[in-house]
């Protein structure tokens, strides 16, 4: 059985940096798209970033402050967040890409329970 386990998340204040943590088991993903989401109250699943082997993709709103890697020993995704910001504030989610858009929720197959960031001002 596939699981996706996020850590890392926390209460930080506007500036500051946190790196989340996303271990897989159950299965590997080397080959797969691996993605973050994140989600705030009242608002829809927004796309963060996604990485592939050495190739990166990520939301206009985080691009040059998050950096997404991987640790495919570890079976690990990593999202590197700095210089956070009240609106990124969220639950904020791995998935697993399973075809179609990398940037579409609907297209990740496999997903973790997520971990809140909350960003004060």
């Known amino acids: 059985q596939v699981h996706l386990v996020e850590s890392g998340g926390g209460l930080v204040q506007a500036g500051d940096s946190l790196r989340l943590s996303c271990a897989a088991s159950g299965r590997t993903f080397t080959n797969t798209f691996m993605g973050w989401f994140r989600q705030a109250p009242g608002k829809e699943r927004e796309f963060v970033a996604a990485i592939r082997w050495s190739g990166t993709s990520y939301a206009d709103s985080v691009k040059g402050r998050f950096t997404i890697s991987r640790d495919n020993v570890k079976n690990t995704v990593y999202l590197q967040m700095d210089s956070l910001k009240p609106d990124d504030t969220g639950v904020y989610y791995c998935?697993?890409?399973?075809?179609?858009?990398?940037?579409?929720?609907?297209?990740?197959?496999?997903w973790g329970q997520g971990t809140q960031v909350t960003v004060s001002s």
């Open positions: 998935a697993a890409h399973r075809g179609g858009r990398i940037t579409v929720a609907d297209d990740y197959g496999y």
